[in-house]
């Protein structure tokens, strides 16, 4: 491997090869800045370009602050973050064993109505399926898993 295409620290090569990698942390937002760096340090040596790199940040971040914020009855649990980075794609699962929720299951608020009367909650995973190219969440066992993927320009 060269420099150019070397993992970030404490990642690792997944199974096919490619930069990835895996890490658990305490589900606290007191993690956030580390978990982001986790993640950045592999985007941002691969060939995303640097627009979706801020997505994908933007993303993270939503992501991340949900899970520690309302995953766990009696906080903090914690939240493993998979990371794999292949030449077609870039994705990242979050997994916990929090509460069951699906956010993808949750309709998607009503933009149109004006702010005051808006429910609250519900932005954040809508933004996150609108800058995503595909947002899949699972339910295995008792762990929750929503994995986010960034699709790579040919």
């Known amino acids: ?9 404490d990642a690792q ?11 658990t942390w ?4 007191d993690y956030l800045e580390e978990m982001r760096g986790f993640v950045m340090a ?8 640097p627009r979706r790199v801020s997505h994908l940040d ?3 971040e939503e992501i991340i602050v949900n899970i520690c914020s309302y995953a766990y009855q009696t906080p903090p ?10 030449p077609r794609s ?31 909650g519900g932005l954040g995973i ?3 399926r609108r800058i995503m190219d595909e947002v899949h969440y699972a339910r295995r066992g008792s762990l929750n898993c929503l994995r986010i993927v960034v699709t790579k320009p040919e």
């Open 77 to 86: 649990g914690e939240l493993t973050i998979r990371i794999e980075d292949t």
């Open 42 to 49: 592999v985007a941002e040596e691969g060939t995303l370009p």
């Open 58 to 60: 933007l993303a993270l």
């Open 126 to 128: 809508l933004l996150v």
């Open 26 to 29: 305490p589900a606290s937002l």
């Open 13 to 23: 090569e997944n199974r096919a090869g490619f930069p990835g990698g895996e890490r």
């Open 90 to 120: 870039f994705s990242v699962e979050f997994v916990d064993n929090g509460v069951p929720f699906d956010p993808l299951s949750a309709e998607d608020p009503d933009v149109s109505r004006p702010l005051m009367e808006r429910d609250v």
């Open 1 to 9: 491997m060269n420099d150019s295409s070397r993992p970030a620290p």
